[in-house]
C-alpha cells in the first residue's frame, strides 16, 4: 500500500503566475480571519509558468478616447465572435481596477510618459494605445511584485509540488482534494480543501517549437478531462511566428523573438535571402501573428528554408546599432545564445505559443464541480479563437483575483471538508505509479515523437486527412508511452518520471485538441482547415466542446450565445472612428 | 558533409550536501549548446536519474543558475563556447544554499532573506485611487530604477563571499530589493525598511568586495545599493540619537 501524506486546508490554489498570486491575495482579503490558505506550484514560487515571460504588456482602457466597449470589440473580432462575451466584458472592465491594483497595491512601477501618467502602446489587433508595459519584460515586474507579497504573507506554501489528480467526492458531486506528487521527495500528498482554484496555465508544449516555460505540460487540463470536466475551444492553439530556430538539441528552440522587432521594420527573408512576406499579404512583414506564420509554413513546406528549416529575420538594414537601442534585451539574448540580431540573419520559425481552449466557466470562475475553480490560461472563453497580444496577462490577473473572491465568498457556506472517493485516489496513484512497473527506456523520443505528429498535422495549417492521421499517430505515440518505464529505485527529485508524467498528459489534451479541429469545419482565428479555408457564417457561430467519459473522448459544438453583441453590431457610440491607432 | 562532434568532457556534482560525488560524463559538442542543453543531454541520454531545475529557457526566470567552472553563471544563457575552451565544464549546485539533489538547491534561504528585508511594497495608495504621476527622469525614481530588473536567480547570492562566511548576512539581491523599495516615493514603510536591514544580518556586514556586481547577468550593481543603505541606516540612526 502506497504510502499518501493527508494534509488539509481551506482554499487550495495550485499554480503561481498571475492567476494564482492573485488569488491568494484576494483570498486573503475575503475570507473570514483564520482560513488557511494553500498555494502549491509545479515550480518555485513565481518562477516557473508562463506570466512572467511575458514581454509585451498588459491590455487596460484607460481613458485618452480608449474605452472599456473599445476594447471589448477589439477582443471580440480578434476572437473572431466566438468569445464568451460575458466573460470577456468583465475582462475588459476589471482590467482597469486590476492595473491600479498593481501599481498601486503590489508595486509594479510601469513605464510612464514623460508627464508621470502611464505610457500606452498599440499591438497588433488593437484600435487604441492601450497596452501598459514596462519595457520589453512586464512579466517580471508583474510576477516579482505579486510574489514577493505573497511571500510576506502567511500563506502556506508547497513548492515542488505537482498536481497528478482532481479527487471528487464519492457521488461525484463535488471536489475532495487534490492528490500531489512533492517532487522533492517523491512521495504522495493528498491536500483536502473547500474550494480549489486549478490555475496551472495552459502552454501547448506538444508542438516541435513552442515557447512556453519547460515545466508547462497541460497537466491541469489533462486532470479536468479525466474529472469529466468539459473542455471549450480546444482546436484553438496560437502560434507566435517568430520563434528562434537553432536545431533540435537546443532548449533554446523554439523561444521568442518578440513581435516588435517586425513592427520597426524587421525583414523575413526565405533560405535563398529573399523577402516573401508581401506574396501572401499586403501589410508584408506586419501583417497579424496568425497570417505571418502561416505564410512562414508556407515558404517551409515549398523547402524554402534556412540551414535548420526555417526562416531568417533580417534586421540590419536599420543599422545595427539603431537595433541595439532599441532591442537590448532581444540583441543581447540572441548574442548570449550565439546569434547576431543586430546585424547578422537569424533563424525563425513559427512557435507554439498560448492555449485559447480551457475549461467551461462561468465569469465568476466557478465550475460544473462544486468546489472547483478555474482560472488563467486553463479556463475557455475569454479569447474565443485568438488572443490579443496583451490581453493573456489581463486575463489571468483579472481571472486570478475574481477567483480569490469568490472562493473567500463560498467558503463561508460551506461547513466541512469534504471526503475523498477512495477508488479514484487509489486510480490516480495507480496511474502515476504505472511508468515504474514497465522496463526502463528513454522517454525522450516519445515526446519528440509527439512533438513532430502535432507540428505536423495538428499545427498551423490543417485538413481533415492530416488530423485523422494525427489522431492515429497521438494514439500511438500514447500507447508506447504505457510500454516505457522509468527506474523507480529513487523518486526523489526524479525528473524522468516527471517527464513520462508531462507526456502522459500532453498525449490526453492532444487528442482533444485534434478531435476539436476535426469537429470545426471552417477556418477562425487561430485554427486554419485547408480544406475549410472561410470563416463560415457568423450568426451560426459555434465553439466545440470536448468531453471524456471512460476512456473515450467525445466533442460537441454549441451555438455561441451573443449575450452583448451580434456579429455586424457595435457597442460603440455612432460616429466613432474605426481607430485611434495612427497608421504605421 | 557532417563532421564528427568532438566531445565535451564534463563533471557534474551529484547527490546531497552529506553525500556528494563527482561524475564524468562525455557529452558530443554542438554548434548551438548552452549550458542546460548539457546537462538536459545528461538527464535524457545518458544518466536519467540526474536532477536540476529550470523553467523559462531565455533567462528571465532565474531558475537554473548553477556554478560552471566554478563561477555562479544563467546555465540558459551560457552558451558552451563562452566556458568551455579546452572543452572542459565542471558543473555544481549553486553555492551558498542548501542541496535538495544533484543541481538542485533549496532557494528558501535566499526568498526567507527577501522577507525579512521588508523587500515588498507598503502601499500609499488604493486600486480605486489614481496612479502617482511620477516623472520617469526624477532623481529618486532613477535610482529606483536601477535595481528593477532584478530576476532573483541568486547569483550575486552565490558569489558572495560574506554570504558564505555569515549564514544570518541578508545577501546583495534582497538588500538591493530594499533600496529600490526606499527610493520609490510610493512606498508607506521607510523607517520599517531602515530598520530590517540594518539589523544583525543587515547590511552593515557588507565588505565591499563586489562580485555581486561582477556576477550579475543582468548587470546590476547591488554593492552599489548596499552603499546606500549603508548612507542612510547611519542617517536614521544619527536622527534618532539627535531626537532621543
Redesign the interface.
Known sequence: MTHIDRHDTDILIIGTGGAGLFAALHAQQSAPAGTRITIAVK???G???CT??VQGGYNVALGGGDSVERHFMDTIKGGKWLPNQDMAWKLCEQAV??I??L?????C?F????????HQKAFAGQTADRTVH?GD?T???II??L???V??RPVEKLQEHRAIGLIPTRDGSALAGVLFIDM?TGGFRLVRAKTVLMATGGGPTMYKYNTP???KTMDGLAMALRAGLELRDMEMVQFHPTGLL??D????TG??LEEGLRGAGGQLLNGAENRFMFDYDPKGERATRDVVSRAIYAEMRKNNTSANGGVFISMSHLGPDTVRAKFPGMVK?CA???FDLAGGLVEVVPTAHYFMGGVVVDPDTRTAMEGLYVAGEDAGGAHGSNRLGGNGVANSTVYGGVAGDVMGADIRSIGALRDPCPEVLQAEIARALHPLTRQ?A???PLRAALQEAMWDDVGVMRTAAGMERGLTRVAEISEALMNVG??GD?L?????WH?WLNLRSLCDVSEAITLAGLARENSRGAHYREDFPEEGDLDASYFTVVTQRGDDLTVRRDPVQFSIIRPGETILPENEPETLVAAQ | MTRTPEMLHVTVQRGTAQDSRKERYDVPA?????V??VV??I???AD????????????????CAMMVNGVPRWT????V?RVAGDGRLDIAPLRNLPV???L?TD?DPF?DK??AAE???H???????????????SPERAE??LG?????CGICYAACDTVAGNPDYLGPAALQ?AWT?LN?S??ADRPGILAAVSGRGGCHNCHSMGSCAQYCPNGLNPMRAIAGLKRETVKAALRGKRDA
Open positions: 515550480g518555485l514560487i518562477k516557473c509558468g512572467r515571460m481596477v486590476r491600479h491594483e501599481e498601486n497595491e503590489i508595486g512601477f513605464d510612464r510618459n514623460p508627464d508621470g501618467t502611464l514596462k519584460l512579466g517580471i515586474e516579482s511584485r510574489m514577493e507579497q511571500l510576506a522533492r516555460s519547460g515545466d537553432a536545431g538539441h537546443t532548449r533554446m523561444t521568442v539574448r548570449d545564445s550565439g526502463p528513454p522517454v525522450h522509468v527506474a529513487n526523489a527529485f526524479n525528473l524522468t517527464d | 554542438r554548434e548551438n549548446q548552452t542546460l542543453d538536459s543531454w538527464q535524457q541520454e536519467p536519474t540526474l536532477s536540476y531545475r529550470f523553467a523559462c529557457r531565455v533567462g528571465m526566470c532565474g531558475s540558459c544563457r551560457t552558451h563556447s535538495i539533489k544533484d538542485a532557494m526568498f527577501w522577507v523587500a515588498h511594497h502601499p500609499t495608495r488604493g486600486r480605486l485611487e489614481e496612479f502617482d504621476p511620477i516623472k520617469p527622469d529606483a530604477n528593477i530588473e532584478c530576476i532573483n530589493r523599495l520609490d510610493r512606498d
